[in-house]
């Protein structure tokens, strides 16, 4: 694929090359790619019967299944766009969708309670739909024979709104395409590869980075229908899955899980994380294990994949990687203000072909993201090191500045994660009348951590003490049983910094 190409087109040539290799596979459906071809068909038939044309929107509140994938390949056959939602998004979650993008569809699955017609908001004419994840959405009608162009809109995705209401982020088909074939040779995908796929489809990560590029290179996609870690053990040691992509949490769950004396995953020929940071203990555990060095990498919805580990040479713990081919990675100072401890330290600022288009209707936003010659501001703070290997330290917008010092909540994250009895921990800053802002943090301890010997706050700032000035450490530690996350792992710190036990007057 290259930027002149659409999703569609991309999927065709893998039917043209591969059509009787198996494209798709779960518990309940095995299609090769001249099947998945006349799916694709049979859903673009049912969305046309249902007065979807080039150019509407669809609105996909749907469970993980093959519905989800005919339907979204539908709409990049037919030139109408993806709009995907969590599948337990509330309904005043699914009506701001709606008044904000004005939906002609809204396709729902059959399985929840929470899919009544009685409890679907209904606005701008938006019809419902009801589909099963594990129907094949089949219908007869004629569709447009114009095929999408590509710089046709693909894919409206809204953000996860931390800091203010989703935004929807614009993803057209040649910068989607852009990225597939980046991530296709970086991470040397073949036909001959079988991706499991555990991850939500409703995310750029899911959708896009792991589903997509399995099928735009002949590959086999094998779906379940969600992430069990005992499940996913069996089908990493079968011999049949050469990838695997995850988020820290799963990588932590499958640690927990892994059989005692289970042979390792020898066919799994790449391990993948991202959405969030991966601990370089849960990566040494993993790497003692299976004898694998899982590959991190770093992108967002706006730009797909930006920067990655390599897959032949040196992958650095608590890196993200050198730029990827194609993509210009630059470290820019941050807002007068707030200067950093590092002159190196700055926003992460990126450039590329696949770079989106902007937030649908939100003109202002989409100017604030750029600088004045046209690179991204990712609201990520890191560095590149002398090899040009990405290190993040945060988000810009979760910098803490404590009495007129700053404060990056990785760095105090790192030093508490160091405990022997912490298995992770999050850092925010939370208002304080003599600081500014208060240093504060979420810890949850391992499982096997002893009666009587767990650490209580004093033991925890003695510990962080040395390995932290001062200015860094914690003023108030809330021990919790999990940290706040949305669906792809990251933790929500605007959530934790809400915490009653977070917000004192401080020490």
Not at 58 to 72: E, N, R, T, Y
Not at 149 to 167: I, M, N
Not at 174 to 185: D, E, V, Y
């Amino acid at each position: 694929m290259t930027q002149d190409s659409t999703l569609d087109s991309g999927l065709r040539a893998s039917l043209a090359k591969h059509a009787k290799r198996t494209a798709f596979a779960s518990s309940q459906h095995t299609l090769t790619y001249a099947e998945l071809d006349k799916a694709v068909e049979d859903a673009v038939g049912w969305l046309a019967e249902r007065s979807v044309t080039p150019g509407d929107r669809v609105l996909l509140q749907m469970d993980k299944g093959i519905a989800f994938l005919l339907l979204h390949l539908a709409n990049m056959r037919m030139g109408s766009v993806t709009v995907p939602i969590h599948p337990l998004s509330t309904a005043q979650e699914v009506a701001y969708a709606i008044r904000d993008c004005s939906p002609l569809l809204l396709v729902c699955g059959l399985q929840e309670d929470r899919a009544q017609p009685s409890s679907l908001p209904e606005h701008n004419g938006t019809a419902v739909a009801f589909v099963s994840p594990s129907e094949r959405p089949v219908g007869k009608a004629p569709r447009q024979s114009d095929p999408p162009q590509p710089g046709d809109l693909a894919c409206l995705l809204y953000t996860s709104g931390t800091t203010g209401p989703p935004k929807g982020a614009r993803l057209l088909h040649r910068q989607l395409a852009a990225n597939i074939a980046i991530l296709a040779k970086s991470w040397g995908w073949t036909p001959e590869d079988r991706l499991l796929h555990v991850l939500p489809l409703f995310h750029v990560h899911g959708l896009f980075v792991a589903a997509s590029v399995a099928l735009h290179c002949g590959a086999t996609l094998e779906l379940a229908t969600r992430f069990e870690p005992s499940e996913t053990w069996k089908a990493l040691l079968s011999g049949r899955i050469s990838l695997f992509m995850g988020v820290p949490t799963m990588y932590h769950r499958l640690l927990s899980a892994a059989p005692a004396t289970a042979p390792r995953p020898t066919a799994v020929r790449l391990f993948t994380s991202g959405s969030a940071p991966l601990r370089p203990e849960t990566l040494r555990a993993f790497e003692a294990l299976t004898g694998q060095v899982i590959l991190e990498r770093y992108g967002m919805t706006e730009v797909g994949m930006a920067a990655s580990n390599p897959l032949h040479g040196t992958r650095k713990p608590g890196s993200v990687g050198p730029a990827l081919p194609g993509v210009g990675l630059r470290i820019a100072p941050p807002p007068t203000g707030r200067e950093p401890d590092s002159e190196d330290i700055g926003e992460v600022q990126i450039s590329g072909a696949s770079i989106f288009d902007g937030y649908w209707n939100r003109p202002e936003q989409t100017e604030q993201s750029f600088t004045k010659d046209g690179w991204l501001r990712s609201g990520d703070l890191g560095f590149l090191d002398s090899d040009g290997y990405l290190h993040l330290v945060g988000r810009e917008k979760e910098l803490i500045i404590s009495g007129g010092l700053n404060v990056y909540p990785r760095e105090v994250e790192t030093a508490l994660d160091e405990h022997p009895y912490v298995a992770e921990s999050a850092v925010c800053g939370v208002p304080d009348e003599d600081f500014g802002e208060a240093v504060v943090a979420g810890v949850v301890l391992h499982a096997k951590s002893q009666p009587g010997s767990v650490p209580d706050l004093e033991e925890l700032l003695a510990w962080a003490r040395v390995r932290l000035a001062p200015y860094k450490l914690p003023k108030r530690i809330a021990f919790l049983t999990e940290l706040p996350r949305n669906a792809m792992g990251k933790v929500q710190k605007d959530r934790l910094s809400s915490l009653p036990e977070l917000r004192g007057s401080g020490s």
